[in-house]
């Protein structure tokens, strides 16, 4: 009896592990019936997808399911680079790497009015040649707030696997609303944050280690992130990207890093400098891209450097003729 009881109990526990990892088939033999003709527009193909959910939490798994069943990995675009210099346009093309299926997520997300953030970070083993030395990120996925609740996403991983060059289909449901211990064994944010851990693991600890487990044994700096998420949420997109431009810096100071940081304030300068911003924007503006041009200049490429401080000064001297 006490043997039976044990059996049981044991069904129960995986039951309850594995279950929130079940393929809803009602919504993905919707997804896979939508019509071809809505990719030709995003608000339509929104509303159709989600006309069978109940709440945000299907209506993300509809949009996760279509995008899998959709998208195809861009595997010439990464081998020849082309990927780099073109504006990823999966819902065109059929087509897309991980940042890719990243912003289709989150522009599907924004139609529907559900909270959700690309996040960019490191990722071992997945798609060709993607371990490296981690002085850059390489692969993006979400973090989507359904129902009051932080849930990740990575459709990249859950659309199939890369094998001697070739795409090869192959729906893994475990991407969807993952585990996030299950997503630290083979990603890392590079924002500590959106670890949703409050010991977080080190980037030497994740490219040294292959069991999470180990990886989280040697973290011992403490860090909040349920309130930093919550001033995250607070702040404005460009107060956003910069929040999280800086937190990846200071997680892994390495150039390419410097470089989006310096990028990150050219942007928000930018969008505080065109015709008809009010004076505060201006001088915001002015602020933001000499924030820019202090860390251009830790850059090592001289040209690189000259070339983008260039930049700043003219958005500089164009805001100031605005304020006058």
């Not at 069904?11 to 990892?21: E, I």
């Not at 195809?72 to 675009?77: E, H, I, L, Q």
């Not at 997300?109 to 909270?115: H, S, T």
């Amino acid at each position: 009896m006490k043997i039976k009881l044990i059996f049981w109990v044991f069904l129960l526990f995986v039951n309850s592990l594995f279950s929130k990892n079940l393929i809803n088939t009602e919504l993905l033999h919707y997804a896979e019936n939508c019509p071809q003709v809505l990719k030709k527009d995003l608000n339509k193909l929104v509303a159709y997808l989600k006309k069978p959910t109940k709440d945000q939490s299907e209506a993300v798994e509809v949009f996760f399911y279509w995008i899998t069943k959709n998208v195809a990995y861009d595997v010439k675009g990464l081998a020849d680079g082309s990927y780099l210099t073109q504006e990823s346009k999966p819902l065109e093309t059929g087509v897309a790497v991980c940042q890719g299926y990243a912003d289709l997520l989150k522009d599907m997300c924004v139609v529907a009015k559900i909270d959700c953030y690309v996040i960019v970070g490191y990722a071992k083993e997945r798609f060709a040649n993607t371990r490296a030395n981690y002085k850059d990120t390489n692969h993006a996925w979400n973090m989507v707030k359904v129902d009051g609740v932080y849930k990740i996403v990575d459709a990249t991983w859950g659309s199939g696997y890369v094998r001697d060059d070739i795409f090869y289909a192959e729906l893994e449901i475990s991407n969807l609303f993952a585990e996030p211990n299950y997503l630290l064994e083979k990603r890392l944010p590079s924002d500590p944050r959106w670890q949703l851990k409050d010991y977080p693991i080190s980037l030497g600890a994740f490219a040294k280690y292959d069991s999470v487990q180990t990886m989280l044994s040697k973290a011992t700096i403490y860090y909040n992130y349920k309130d930093s998420i919550q001033v995250f949420e607070n702040l404005d997109s460009n107060h956003q990207a910069i929040a999280t431009a800086m937190s990846a810096y200071r997680f892994n100071p390495t150039i390419p890093l410097v470089q989006e940081l310096a990028n990150t304030y050219y942007r928000a300068a930018y969008d505080h400098s065109k015709e008809g911003c009010s004076p505060n924007e201006l001088n915001i503006a002015i602020v933001y891209y000499k924030k820019a041009i202090d860390w251009y200049n830790e850059l090592e490429d001289e040209e690189k450097k000259k070339e983008h401080k260039k930049s700043c000064y003219r958005g500089i001297a164009f805001a100031q003729y605005l304020l006058k």
